[in-house]
C-alpha cells in the first residue's frame, strides 16, 4: 500500500478513484448501522463498532480524520460513542513504516539525507491526519522535529471534500437548521492549506513573533535548510501532556489554564490571529507549567472588523443593547436575521460569553453528556430548525472550535479563574485601526496573504 501510496503522490484520477472507494465503504458503513438501529431495532455493540471505525479511519489517514474530530464537537451528529473515538483520531493515527519514511526523505533532502542528521529516529514520536513526526538530533547537537506529510493527500482532500459535500447535502435535506455551503468553503480551504508546509512555516514564524512577550509560552524555530514542500523540520520542545496535570493542585492546574488563555488570545485580540485547531496533540506543558505551542497547519487570520466584532457583542450583552447586537452579527456575516433567529443566536453567544461577563472567580462551564457545549447547542439547533435555518459565516468554523476546545480543556484542568478580568485585560484600549496596522505589519514580515 505504501507502493502505491508513492506512486499517487501527486491529485491523480487514480488517487481519488481509490479514496472515493475507501471513505464511501466507511462511511458507508457507519450509516447501516446506525440506519439498522434506529428503524430496524438491530442491536449492535456501538463501543466495539466505532472502535473499529476509528481504526479504520486511522488506517485510511487525511482530512476525514480532522472532519471527523470537529464533528465529534458537534452535538446530534454523532452518537458519544462514535463522538468519544472520533475524538483520539489525530492522537492515535497509525504511522507509516520505515520504507516510506526512508523514500520520502530521499527525495525531500537528497540521496545523502542522513548526513545532514547526528541522529534521526526510524519510528515516528507522533502521528497525525495528514503527517507524521520523528524526533531528530542536527548535527550541531540541537534536537528537531522532522515533520513528514503522507504520500497522496492532495488527491485524498479532493475525494474527501466531495464526500462531505455530499454528505453536507444529505444533511440538509431532513434538517435545514443550518446552511452548510459556507462551512464547507472554510474546512475546504484550511485543509488544502494544511497541505503548504512553506506557509505552516511561515505561520509558526507569525507565532513566535505574536507571542515574543509572552514568556510562557514557546514555539518552535523553523530550521529552513531542512524543510521543503512535504517535510518540515522544527526545533523539538520537550514537556508533557496537558493531562498529566488534571490532578495536579490548583494553583498549578491555574497557572496551565492561564498560559493557554494567553497563548490562544494575545495573537487573536491583537493580531486577529487564531490557532484553529486545540487539540490535545499541539501543546505540551514545560517543568516551570509555561506552554508549548505546535502545529501551526491550521491558522485563521481574521478581518479586524470581525474581531472588532466580537467585542462589539461582548459589550451588547453586557449592557442588553439590542442594537449593538444585531450590528455585531451583522459584522461577522450573518444576513437578514429575523427576532426569533437573534433572539436564538443569543443563547450560544451568552454560553460563549458567560465566563466573561461575570466578574468573579469561577469554572468555565460545565460538560454535558461528555461534550462541552452540547446542552446549549442541542436547544439551540432546534429553536434554528423551529424558526428557519441560517447561513453561518466561514469565520465561525474555526473560532466556535477553538473556544469549544479551549473550554474543554479548562474544564479538565478544573480551573477557576476571574475570566472576566482577564479577558477585559486583553481588550483595554482596543483600537481598530491600531489592529489592522499592526496585523499588516505581521503578515507582510513574513509575506502571509491575508
Known amino acids: 500500500m505504501t507502493i502505491e501510496h508513492e506512486k499517487q503522490d501527486k491529485n491523480t484520477l487514480g488517487g481519488r478513484v481509490v479514496r472515493y472507494g475507501r471513505v464511501s465503504g ?55 460513542e462514535y463522538a468519544k473515538e472520533f475524538q483520539q483520531l489525530q492522537s492515535n493515527a497509525p504511522p507509516m513504516g520505515w520504507p516510506f519514511v526512508r ?3 530521499k527525495t525531500e533532502l537528497g540521496s545523502n539525507w542522513q548526513n545532514k542528521f547526528a541522529l534521526f529516529e526510524k519510528e515516528a514520536a507522533a502521528a497525525a491526519s495528514l503527517g507524521q513526526v ?17 504520500p497522496d493527500m492532495q488527491s485524498a482532500i479532493d475525494a474527501d471534500l466531495n464526500q462531505l459535500r455530499i454528505i453536507f447535502s444529505l444533511y440538509e435535506k431532513y434538517d435545514k437548521a443550518i446552511k452548510t455551503k459556507q462551512i464547507h468553503a472554510e474546512l475546504a480551504q484550511r485543509l488544502r492549506e494544511e497541505l503548504d508546509y512553506k506557509l505552516e512555516a511561515k505561520h509558526s514564524k507569525l507565532y513566535g513573533y505574536m507571542l515574543r512577550e509572552e514568556k510562557n509560552v514557546h514555539v518552535p524555530e523553523i530550521i529552513d535548510e531542512l524543510s521543503t514542500d512535504r517535510l518540515l523540520t522544527s526545533t523539538w520542545l520537550e514537556g508533557t501532556p496537558i493531562l498529566d496535570f488534571v490532578d495536579k493542585d490548583t494553583k498549578m492546574r491555574n497557572i496551565i489554564a492561564m498560559n493557554m488563555f494567553r497563548a490562544w488570545y494575545v495573537p487573536l485580540y491583537n493580531y486577529g490571529v487564531i490557532h484553529g485547531d486545540p487539540h490535545l496533540g499541539n501543546y505540551t506543558i514545560r517543568d516551570d507549567l509555561s506552554i508549548n505551542l505546535m502545529d501551526f497547519g491550521c491558522v485563521r487570520v481574521f478581518p479586524v472588523e470581525f474581531i472588532g466584532g466580537v467585542v462589539d457583542l461582548y459589550h451588547a450583552l453586557q449592557n442588553d443593547d439590542i442594537d449593538m447586537t444585531v450590528h455585531a452579527y451583522e459584522t461577522w456575516g450573518f444576513r437578514g436575521l429575523n427576532k426569533d433567529q437573534i433572539e436564538t443566536l443569543n443563547i450560544w453567544a451568552k454560553f460563549l460569553y458567560g465566563p466573561i461577563l461575570e466578574d468573579k472567580v469561577r469554572p468555565i462551564g460545565e460538560i454535558t453528556n461528555g461534550v462541552y457545549g452540547r446542552e446549549t447547542a442541542e436547544k439551540v439547533h432546534k429553536k434554528l430548525r423551529k424558526f428557519g435555518g441560517i447561513q453561518v459565516p466561514r469565520e465561525f468554523v474555526f473560532m466556535d472550535r477553538a473556544a469549544l476546545g479551549l473550554g474543554s480543556v479548562f474544564l479538565h484542568l478544573k480551573a477557576e479563574i476571574n475570566w472576566y478580568k482577564v479577558f477585559n485585560e486583553l481588550i483595554d484600549g482596543m483600537d481598530i485601526e491600531k489592529l489592522r496596522k499592526r496585523q499588516k505589519y505581521a503578515l507582510d514580515k513574513f509575506e502571509i496573504k491575508n
Do not use: F, W
Open 26 to 80: 466507511t462511511m458507508v458503513n457507519l450509516a447501516i448501522k446506525l440506519a439498522g438501529e434506529k428503524y430496524l431495532g438491530l442491536d449492535i455493540d456501538r463501543n466495539e463498532h466505532a472502535e473499529k471505525l476509528m481504526r479504520s479511519l486511522g488506517n485510511l489517514k487525511g482530512p476525514l480524520m480532522k472532519v471527523g474530530q470537529i464533528l465529534s464537537t458537534i452535538p446530534e451528529a454523532l452518537p458519544d
Open 103 to 105: 523514500r520520502r526523505m
Open 134 to 150: 520523528h524526533k531528530a538530533v542536527s548535527n550541531d547537537g540541537v534536537n528537531l522535529a522532522c515533520k513528514l506529510q503522507y
